[in-house]
């Protein structure tokens, strides 16, 4: 397959490429809980041809059909010819939001997602209101609805706010002794709900003695935006942000994220995004040589490991799940797992690759039916490993992991990588 900008959305060239070996089929994440030929790998690809063709109308049928995919990317993982599903469904995607419009709900977040100070005060006014309508499990950073609502079941946990968010809690530029910096790219869920990670990363670079810069006027990297296909939400934060990295990158060594989605976004998306508008292309491709998973520098660019070896190790056993986002979009798998074993003995689930079915922000509301039940098989395997703790760095993942155990009356506690890390450091 071309790899060239301008091709890699050509649905004819893909779906006649596709040899219908079947591989795909297996390890489909929405095939696994809806086995119907239209919702597999084959079966998108086979109707994106059709209607690039024009002999398929893109109507609500079809609209339901594509978005039901989790963008998982188990099938590109497994395909003999590496036939890019996901990347073809979030194009699609921004076709069926300008043909049906964005749900209300959908647009009132992601504009709280273009304006960082929008967000902040609805998240402050969250905070300030959210015991009235949940019950709030501040152990796991979650809460229950009290009331049975359309989209939100009494059943159903949810990450809670915290009162200040992380990137309102601390100086911007932190000094550690000035010899080395890095910037830190926070993401939604840790800056407004799991703030123990942005705290967890702060210990970590003291303790390393590496300069922090908080990144203050960083906008959501638009991962949900994308998946959801409103590409002008994309378009303005996705601007935003790499004009402002591009006014930092020369004072600092790395943008270091400890989440994955917002990594592989701002790294991977931001370029598959700009196919079509060449300069902005370039600036995504140049900039993206400073973004690292939180984990993935700190093992290859600190002395972090060697730090972690000298601490007392913990009695409390770990699972790791892997993010799409992190393992089959970024190759980091190792990484995480190398520094957290320094402290913690690790014992591996039956299958930490595969999805834990967040699937995006239309897969957790209208088709939360699908994002349920690809939950089950996590949480037992889970279980199955008699772990105290799950680990993994993607919000995301925490908050469809901790879902999924919840309903299964899994006792397991999710923490992110980092948080584990700092806790040892803390020996
Ligand atoms: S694995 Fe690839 S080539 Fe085989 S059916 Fe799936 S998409 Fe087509
Ligand atoms: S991205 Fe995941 S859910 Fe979508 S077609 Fe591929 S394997 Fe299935």
Not at 55 to 71: P, R, V
Not at 230 to 239: C, E, H, I, L, S
Not at 357 to 372: L, N, R, V
Not at 408 to 422: R, Y
């Amino acid at each position: 397959m071309s790899v060239k900008p301008e091709d890699i959305f050509n649905f004819s060239e893909i779906s006649d490429a596709c040899v219908k070996c079947g591989k795909c089929i297996p390890v489909c994440t929405i095939h696994n809980v809806n086995p119907d030929e239209v919702t597999s790998p084959r079966g998108f690809i086979d109707l994106l041809g059709a209607y690039h063709k024009g002999k398929l109308e893109l109507d609500k049928n079809a609209k339901d059909i594509f978005e039901s995919c989790f963008l998982c990317t188990n099938c590109v993982d497994v395909c003999p010819k590496a036939l890019p599903t996901d990347m073809i469904i979030e194009q699609v995607r921004s076709d069926i939001a300008k043909k049906f419009g964005i749900a209300w709900y959908k647009k009132a977040f992601f504009l709280l997602l273009r304006h960082r100070w929008l967000n902040d005060l609805a998240f402050k006014l969250g905070w300030t209101f959210q015991t009235c309508g949940f019950k709030i499990k501040a152990e796991i950073d979650s809460m229950n609805s009290r009331l049975n609502l359309p989209m939100i079941k009494t059943d159903r946990l949810l990450p809670s706010l915290r009162k200040t968010s992380f990137l309102n809690s601390h100086e911007e530029n932190i000094n550690n002794g000035g010899k080395r910096k890095v910037a830190i790219f926070i993401g939604c869920l840790g800056n407004y709900n799991y703030v123990d990670i942005g705290n967890g990363l702060l210990e970590i670079l003291k303790a390393l003695e590496i300069d922090a810069f908080l990144a203050k006027d960083q906008k959501c990297c638009s991962a949900p935006a994308y998946f959801t296909g409103d590409f002008d939400t994309v378009d303005a934060n996705a601007k935003h942000n790499i004009k402002y990295f591009e006014s930092f990158g020369d004072d600092i060594e790395a943008i270091i994220v400890p989440e994955a989605t917002c990594s592989a976004m701002l790294k991977i998306d931001y370029e598959h995004y700009f196919h079509d508008q060449p300069e902005w292309y370039e600036r995504a491709k140049k900039i993206k040589s400073k973004i690292f998973m939180a984990t993935e520098w700190l093992q290859h660019h600190t002395h972090l490991e060697h730090l972690l070896a000298s601490k007392k190790k913990d009695v409390k056993i770990v699972t790791y799940h892997d993010p799409c986002h992190a393992r089959k979009m970024q190759g980091i798998y190792q990484e995480p797992r190398n520094l957290v074993r320094q402290n913690y003995k690790i014992v591996e689930m039956s299958d930490p690759n595969a999805c834990c079915g967040f699937g995006g922000i239309t897969m957790q509301t209208e088709k939360y039916h699908f994002a349920k039940a690809a939950g089950v098989p996590k949480a037992a395997m889970i279980e199955n490993t008699g772990a105290d703790i799950v680990t993994a760095e993607c919000s995301a993942c925490r908050m469809q992991i901790n879902n999924s155990m919840s309903n299964a009356g899994v006792q397991t506690v999710f923490k992110n990588p980092i948080e584990l890390i700092a806790e040892a450091l803390r020996k």
